[in-house]
């Protein structure tokens, strides 16, 4: 008889967790190469959750696809793996149980990472071996995203009449990471033919407990449920879990009112756990009726949207001439020349300070205290830049709520430059997010939502710009960057600066089909030192040749290599406000006066060129 006829009237006990009970044993690399490795190992487990109870035992086989098993350069022993895996939950079984070949999610928190043509060609060649070598069922587990287990399940019931067991991880009580309702999810898994569907992994008895109360029996498929023993806790360099097998005890039996008709155990479960579970439901028949309680619907558009007090860059630029002025955060803890500065500037009439994150990867004073504190005391526009390096993606949401909370809306969402080219080459880039990932995180908080879907109650009303850098071989693929930033959420772009008229113009023609407005970026070069070091060891920055020969012609003369780097930006100044509204000043080593001297010209430049072009559409007119 086949597991799926037992459970017409049985209550069947599955086994716990594989890869946390490997790794409270010290294991600490590829679980499903112990299949091969430590044979006897992997058959000790599977027996031991048997004598504890289980029915249904699943192979270590999780993880045992190529696009998992490459981490570890294992990639072409999925055969092997697999057949083993099959043979040692075989070898384990004395007496009378199943075997289940277990396939696990590939998508976590970051759906798009991988393609879902690449997921299926994986996925086939796993499911292959496991169908091949002869298991009982197909375990299809711990899959965040729905997308990517429909079209597995698809797969799977296309190739095989075994019955298959389908099984989603909460995001939190009653929903999906993608907000889908359980409910929904599971009858649409129950109608492209799943014999059992459920839940399993990330959280433990208590939510998934919550979540089955809102869940109706299926009509043809039987529910499941594997809950983690707890909520993993990190000590001494290693994860273990609390959860305690009384505790499993007690819940055994709301999980059979909840209509489970399979449970087990996943993340931090032993045999224990599988011990509680089946003697506290030994002998009881399942429920064949439940009332639901009515889940609570999710409603994400009550979320407020936060009133900004001023417009958002893009509006302003798109109208007018507009002058940003980046002076990075001081390197040292004194601040007076930095805001003095910030006071020249907004005296001047600029629209925006921008402010650095942590530029070249050296640590500065941090930019949303300085951009609180220019704000406040100044009165003038912060625009702090982030980068993806410092920050892992729970910093990246916890720095924008706190911008957010500071009143501080307009953000420049940025890559970053690499750890290894600052003052620690040895600290690591997080880099969980790309640039675009970011744009969209941050036009998901405008939206209400968290990175993860959660409703923020509120909505953020931040103003995202995005990086353009043109000094790059192909300027096309630049501009193809920056239609998928726009796709992406960007409001508008800032780029690296720029140090020819002609690069000026072919810019211009490349990125005029863009509905986004540019602010072109224009730096004074302080010497030929600092042209030679800028051209030749900062990425994202090239500086044309004859201009390199004008600040070499001065090299022993610093007080007339300074001047001749501002009258050089005067003349880019004058080609760039004929051709764009946006001008973006670099204040080199925090040589304010320089800006406020470009600041005024620049204003100058503009009005001269709007008086004469009013001039001209008189003289037409
Ligand atoms: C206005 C501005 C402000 C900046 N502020 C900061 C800051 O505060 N802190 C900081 O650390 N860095 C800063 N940077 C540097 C920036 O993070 C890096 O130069 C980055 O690689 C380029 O911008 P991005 O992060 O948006 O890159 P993305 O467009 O996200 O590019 C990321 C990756 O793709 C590569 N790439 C980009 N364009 C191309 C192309 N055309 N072809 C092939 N590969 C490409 C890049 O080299 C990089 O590895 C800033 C850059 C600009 C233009
Ligand atoms: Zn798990």
Known sequence: ????????????????????????YGTDSCFENLNLSHAEQIQQIHEAYILAGANLIQTNTYAANYLKLQRYGLEEQVKEINTYAVRNARNAIKKDAYVVGTIGGIRGIRPNTVSIEEIKRSFREQLYCLLLEGVDGILLETYYDLEELEHILAITRKETDLPIIAQVSLHEVGILQDQTPISEALSRLEKLGADVVGLNCRLGPHHMLLTLEGIPLPKQAYLSAYPNASMPAY???????????????????????????????????????IRAFAKELKGLPPITEKKVKNSKKIIISNSSATLREDPPLQDIVKERASIIVELDPPKKLNTDKFFEGAKALKNIG??????????????????????????????????????????????????????????????????GDPARVGDFPGASSVYDMSSF?????????????????????????????????????????AVQRLEKKIEYGADYFISQPIFSEEKLIEVHGAIKHLKKPLYIGLMPLTSSKNAEYLHHEVPGIKISDSI????????????????????????????????????????????????????????ETSAKISRRRQNAEVTIN
Do not use: W
């Open 350 to 415: 600029i629209d925006a300070i921008t402010l650095a994150d942590n530029s070249l990867a050296s640590p500065r004073i941090c930019n949303s205290a300085i951009g609180y504190r220019i704000k406040k005391e100044i009165g003038t526009r912060p625009l702090v830049h982030i980068t993806c390096r410092d920050r892992n993606i729970i910093g990246l949401q916890s720095h924008l709520m706190g911008l957010h909370t500071l009143g501080l809306h307009d953000v420049l969402a940025v890559t």
């Open 437 to 477: 990932e970011l744009i969209q995180m941050i036009k998901q908080l405008n939206a209400g939502l968290s990175i993860s879907g959660k409703d923020l109650g509120e909505k953020t009303a931040f103003s995202v710009g995005a990086a353009f850098n043109p000094n790059v071989k192909s300027l096309d693929r």
């Open 548 to 603: 390199r020969a004008r600040m070499a012609e001065l090299k022993d003369d610093s007080i007339l290599a300074a001047r001749e780097g501002i009258t050089i930006t005067k003349s880019l100044i004058d080609a760039a406000a004929e051709l764009f509204n946006g001008i973006y000043l670099i204040t080199p080593f925090m040589r304010y006066e320089i800006s406020v001297e470009l600041s005024a010209y620049a204003h």
């Open 1 to 24: 008889m086949s597991f799926l006829e037992r459970m017409k009237d049985e209550i069947l006990i599955a086994d716990g967790a594989m890869g946390t009970l490997l790794y409270s």
């Open 235 to 273: 000590t001494d360099g290693k994860f273990h879990y609390e959860g305690d097998s009384e505790y499993f005890r007690q819940s055994a039996r709301d999980f059979r009112n909840q209509g489970v008709r399979l449970l087990g155990g996943c993340c931090g479960t032993t045999p224990d756990h």
